[in-house]
Structure formats: C-alpha cells, structure tokens
C-alpha cells in the first residue's frame, strides 16, 4: 500500500463505510492511458474483472455513469437505446471531474458529487467479485457487484462490445 500502510481516504470509500459495504483495498502505480490493462496486471486479476467507470452524457448534456468491465467497450448506441435517449457519449474531462468531483482515470461510481443516474452491463452481476476505481488513481476496491445493485441502484443494460 502506501508508506503508512493505511488505504487513502477518499469520498468513495467514505461512502462506502457509510454504507457498510465490505471492500478490499489495491493500490498500484497510476499510469497515464494505461487504463484496466495495467491496473489488471499489476494486481495480477482478470481484466474482465476490472469494472471501468465511465463518464458519459445523453443529447441535453445530462451525464450519467456507465460501469463496464475492462475489456470491453459501451456501444453507445445500444446504450441510448436501452437508457431511453437519442444519443450518449463520453463527456469531457473537465466535464467527467464537475460531475463526479473525481479527476479521469479516478473515477468512482462512489461518493459522486451529486447523485448521477448508473447504468450497469448486466454481465457485471455474473462475477463474484469485481475491482473498481476507489476514488483516486491507482487504487481500486475489490467489492461484490451485488452491492453496487443493492445501494447505487443502477439500470441493468446490455450494451457491451468485444
């Protein structure tokens, strides 16, 4: 972990004790662009395993989160589809940090800035245990996904590509 040992202290993983889910905490070394492939190999886990969180919007500018595994990418169209817009794509990052509070490759569906509305790939439900952002670069928490549906109450989709 870090030198004091201790896990850092982030708005997600307050939520988190808030809200008494039980995480592991995994901190590796943050790479620019590096994405789910490193943070999966450093902590030596399948990057299907690895749940992404992305930041995203509809056609009036209303963002949302989308959480996906690794190593898969969000049809957008599908997406919009299924969430009830026109169309949904990746906001900015200056964007993704106003909405969030959290900076891009940091992002956690946890202890958002404000409450955003969560779309979840249902396939995400079928893992045991999943790795995702806890609040800062370089640290994941390990949580069951039955957890994120209990508490964050996200809309279950199908919307991944290879």
Known sequence: MRNDDRPPDTPATQFLHKHGIAHSNHLYPYEEHGGTKVSSRTLNVAEHSVVKTLVMEDENKQPLLVLMHGDHKVSTKEL???FGAKKIAPCTADDAHRHTGYL???????????????????SILDLSLIYINGGQRGYLVGVHPHDILRVLQPKIVECRLA
């Open 104 to 122: 891009v490759g940091g992002c956690s569906p946890f202890g958002t800035k404000k409450p955003l509305p969560i779309c979840m790939e249902k």
């Open 80 to 82: 919009a589809r299924q």
